[in-house]
């Protein structure tokens, strides 16, 4: 599938410069997280993630793979240790910064949390208002990501109106309407049968060969040993496995099939180049205040 003008457009705008040293867009470190309850939500996790990765996060119920998700949308603050998004310490962004940050970052969940009662089209186009897109935005915006997402002919459908599949493309949709540069999806086909998973692992795939890094948190591990992929397992709140794409040089840029026939289980073609897609994290979010 070859990419629009508007993603080669995203993909440019977000390489780095030749020497530029540019930080991880994730890093945590030394992170735990204990509940008012008492319960252990994350325990010491250090691990940093890339530019432009493709990160599945494993590990059975209660392993700390929301937590994580929750810590990086700053919906809750560590007990204890750092977390850095493109360099900045979220201790540093303040309760009147948080909005700011967070049009940093698509959210997709397992339970799509779509409008009721708004259309597919206005669905997006809301995630653009609330951010401050005018009429002329929208116009220009949602009709190439309803395209990106397959959903050009169900524009006026409401949510109740649409398989599980679609709602979630229609969530994927929201959450890329801004191009952000950090895409965080929890459990995103946990509802989802396996061929439409893999519909919407590869729509999140095709997202992370525009520049956005993407993490995926998931149970499925036996599709996600399949991916050749990062994969950062935890267990009890703890990283028990770190595996980096390291292992795997020299994969990285399948086309969005080769990604489903590996999704399958089906055999891969052989690697290509590899680009080095970078970063975007807009003013309000760099700018100290
Ligand atoms: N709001 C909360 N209050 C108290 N404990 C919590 C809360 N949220 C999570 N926990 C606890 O923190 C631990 C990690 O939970 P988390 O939701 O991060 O796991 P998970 O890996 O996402 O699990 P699942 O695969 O079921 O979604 C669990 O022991 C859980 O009970
Ligand atoms: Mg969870």
Redesign the pocket.
Known sequence: MAITEREAQHLERTRALPGERVPDVIEFRGVSKR???G???LEQATFSIKRGEFVFLV??????????MRLLIKELDPTAGIIRVAGRDLRDINSRKVPYYRRNLGVVFQDFKLLPNRTVHDNVAYALQVTGGGRKDIRAKVPDILRLTGLSTKLHNFPDQLSGGEQQRVSVARAFVNHPPLLLA??PTGNLDPETSIGIMQLLYRINRTGTTVVV?T?DDQMVDRMRRRVIE?SG?RVVRDEHQGRYAGRGDETTAEFGALMRGEPAPAPRRLTEPGDLFDDAFQDES
């Open positions: 509940y008012d309850s319960d252990t939500g590990g059975q119920t209660g392993s700390g793979k929301s937590t994580i929890d459990e948190a149970h935890l709140g």
